[in-house]
């Protein structure tokens, strides 16, 4: 069974930085396509960065692309969302995604959902 389980979230000002992780038990992150999405209230699904595994590609979404990073640590089964010069917009439920069907940034094509972690970002 695979497990996804997020840490990191909360409150920040506007300008300020914050990295969620996200570990992967059960499975590794190097077999399968990868992605990180957010929910706002009242708005859908966004996704915001996603990666194919066959050839290590990877998307940013132009909301937050050149402020937020994806890395992963492999020995860990683990991937951080890096997110910089954050702002009120950002505020959302963050979610990371993983399947071997998954593809670019449709979300029922993702099977393993984390937990979810909200971010508030202040003005």
């Known amino acids: 069974q695979v497990q996804l389980v997020e840490s990191g979230g909360g409150s920040v000002q506007s300008g300020e930085s914050m990295t969620m992780s996200c570990e992967a038990s059960g499975s590794s992150f190097d077999q399968w396509p990868l992605a990180w999405f957010r929910q706002a209230p009242g708005k859908e699904r966004e996704g915001i960065w996603c990666s194919r595994n066959n050839d290590g590609r990877e998307l940013y979404s132009d909301s937050v692309k050149g402020r937020f990073t994806m890395t992963k640590d492999k020995a860990k089964n683990t991937m951080y969302l890096q997110m910089n010069m954050l702002k009120p917009e950002d505020s959302a439920e963050y979610f990371c995604?993983?399947?071997?069907w998954g593809h670019g940034f449709y979300g029922p094509s993702y099977d393993y959902w984390s937990q979810g972690t909200r971010i508030t970002v202040s003005s």
């Open positions: 995604a993983a399947g071997p």
